[in-house]
Structure formats: structure tokens, C-alpha cells
């Protein structure tokens, strides 16, 4: 009953991403061509490979507000070494490892410290930023060779690169989400944490990576973001945090943990990127565009806690 439930969510997603392509695609004309379809899926493999730790992260029965701020530091790291001389694989490892630690001190906040996770990654939030800005004195740092750049401009059969990282990346999600012991575990700890605990698993180790692993899928969108941009900022990834939520919660998973497929989120986070595209193109400012996102949010949570209730 409950895979019936999901899937049917997830087809009413993606009902609702179609929906809106065609609706779009009357309003503007501009909307469906080639260059930009393109344009929206490379724009949106950033929040895409971002939202996919942030599921991680919820299906456990968390929250991780401080995804933005990881990206903006784990891209420092990565242009301070390029610019340094590092080769760019090592540069890239050093950037993974900085987002894989920093979101791993998120666990440990959590688990060992007790905090709730609102709180802590909102402490992170603050705190990787600062270490951003402080890094760099507050400016970007720019200019890489065209190697490195590659991992976003090149294309391979027409297809931007970001746009094929994010399908690898989604494609080993799936896997380890859905075919491994640390998957079912993530879904356990979400849909009854004592429970788990009591039946022998070590929560906080797993609670731990799983927010490891959101700090890393920011550092994989950060060298995705340095590359296009040709720059790392650290004041990048602002707001970034609500674009993770709004994918996931859309895309199907419960911000009560215990539910939720990485298939609905990267629907959810096509919806995100096509919305803000369409709104681009029909000239509605940056500032209602904030209005049309948190009112997104509020109805799919709104949606979320219906079907739950219903359920009880």
C-alpha cells in the first residue's frame, strides 16, 4: 500500500512537471526550444545533486540548513588548491573531503552533542560561511585552466557535462538508497529511530554519515559551480538551502522521515528549475519569484501532512 501511495505521488509529480511545461510553452514561445530545455536542465543539475544529500537527510528525519554554505566553502577549498598548482583531481578530493567532514560534524553535533538538527546545521550555516569569507578576506577567487573547466562546459552527444555528472551521481544514489544496508537504514532511523536503535543498529554512525554525505553531494554541486562560473565566491549558495528543501518535499518525501525516492526529487527539482525559468522568461522579478518558491513549499508540505494524516 505504501509503495502504491509513493508511486502515485510520484506520478502526480511528474503529471504536474508536464503540466506546467505546457503551460509555460503557451504563455512563451521562448520556453520550448532546444537551447533552452538545455539551459534548464544544466541550471538545474546544481540544485539537483544538492537536494539529493538533503533527501538523504530527511528520509533519516533530519533537516540540513547549512547545504549553502558547504558548497561556498568546499569551493574555496577547491580554487585555493587549483590556484596553488594542485592538480585538479586532487583539488576536487581535497573540496569532496572538506564537504564530506564539515557535514560530518553535523552528525556529530547531533548525535553525540544531542542537538536538534534545525539547530546544529543551522550553527554550520554560520560557521562554514564565515570560514568561507574569512579564507579569502570576502573575494572571489577566479580564472582556472581550461581543463578544469571542462567538467562544465563540455558536452558529450549535445549533453552538458553537469547534466551527466547528475545522472551518475543520482544513479549511485539510487543504488546505495535502495539495494544497500545503509539505505534501509536511512528509512529505519526516519520512520522510527528508537526502534532501530534497539534492534542493534549504531544510529549515530549511520545518522552521522548520512549527514556526511549531504556535505558531500554540496561539494560535488560546488565543483560543478566553480567550473561554469570560473570562480568561487564565498558568499555563493545563499538561499540554496531552500531550493534542496523545496525539490525534496515536492519530489514526495515526508519532512516526517521514513519516506521519499531520489527519483521524486529530481523530478521535483526539474519543477524548481523549470519555475524559475518560465518566471525568468515571462519578466517576473527575482523578489516575487521568492513569494512563487515559498508558496511552493508551503502547499507540498501542506500535501505531506494531509496524506499523513489520512493515513493515521
Known amino acids: 500500500m505504501r509503495r502504491l501511495v509513493s508511486s502515485g505521488r510520484r506520478l502526480g ?3 504536474g512537471l508536464v503540466g506546467l511545461c505546457l503551460l ?8 520550448l526550444t532546444v ?3 538545455v539551459n534548464v536542465l544544466e541550471q538545474t543539475s546544481i540544485n539537483a545533486v544538492i537536494a539529493l544529500g538533503m533527501t538523504f537527510v530527511i528520509i533519516s528525519g533530519g533537516i540540513d540548513l547549512s547545504v549553502g554554505s558547504l558548497l561556498a566553502l568546499a569551493g574555496v577549498v577547491l580554487a585555493t588548491l587549483l590556484h596553488a598548482g594542485v592538480p585538479p583531481p586532487l583539488a576536487a578530493a581535497a573540496a569532496l573531503a572538506t564537504g564530506f567532514l564539515f557535514g560530518a560534524l553535523n552528525g556529530l553535533a547531533i548525535t553525540l552533542g544531542r542537538l536538534p538538527p534545525f539547530i546544529a546545521t543551522l550553527g554550520m550555516m ?15 577567487i ?13 558536452r558529450v552527444a549535445g549533453i552538458p557535462a553537469p547534466v551527466l555528472v547528475t545522472i551518475v551521481v543520482y544513479g549511485l544514489g539510487q543504488f546505495v538508497l535502495s539495494r544497500t544496508r545503509f ?10 529511530e528508537e526502534a532501530t536503535r534497539l534492534s542493534g543498529v549504531n544510529v549515530r554512525l549511520h545518522k552521522t554519515v548520512v549527514y556526511g554525505v549531504s556535505g558531500l553531494a554540496s561539494a560535488i554541486a560546488a565543483i560543478l559551480l566553480t567550473a561554469r562560473l570560473n570562480s568561487a565566491q564565498p558568499i555563493a549558495g545563499i538561499m540554496y ?11 514526495g518525501t515526508s519532512l516526517m522521515g521514513g519516506e521519499g525516492t531520489l527519483m521524486g526529487t529530481l523530478i521535483g527539482a526539474l519543477i524548481m528549475g ?4 518560465g518566471l525568468n522568461l515571462l519578466g517576473v522579478s527575482s523578489f516575487l519569484q521568492q513569494i512563487v518558491i515559498g508558496l511552493v513549499i508551503v502547499t507540498a508540505a501542506l500535501v505531506d501532512t494531509t496524506l499523513k494524516s489520512r493515513k493515521a
Do not use: K
Not at 569569507?133 to 572571489?140: A, D, K, Q, S, Y
Not at 539505505?183 to 522510527?192: K, L
Open 274 to 277: 523549470v519555475l524559475r525559468n
Open 13 to 15: 509529480t511528474l503529471l
Open 35 to 37: 537551447s533552452n530545455l
Open 241 to 251: 538551502e531552500l531550493d534542496a528543501i523545496a525539490a525534496t518535499v515536492i519530489g
Open 183 to 192: 539505505g534501509r537504514y536511512t528509512y529505519a532511523m526516519g520512520g522510527n
Open 142 to 154: 577566479s580564472g582556472f585552466d581550461d581543463g578544469f573547466r571542462t567538467v562544465a562546459t563540455a
Open 126 to 140: 554560520s560557521i562554514a560561511r564565515g570560514c568561507a569569507l574569512v579564507f579569502t578576506e570576502g573575494r572571489p
Open 24 to 31: 509555460l510553452w503557451i504563455l512563451t514561445p521562448h520556453f
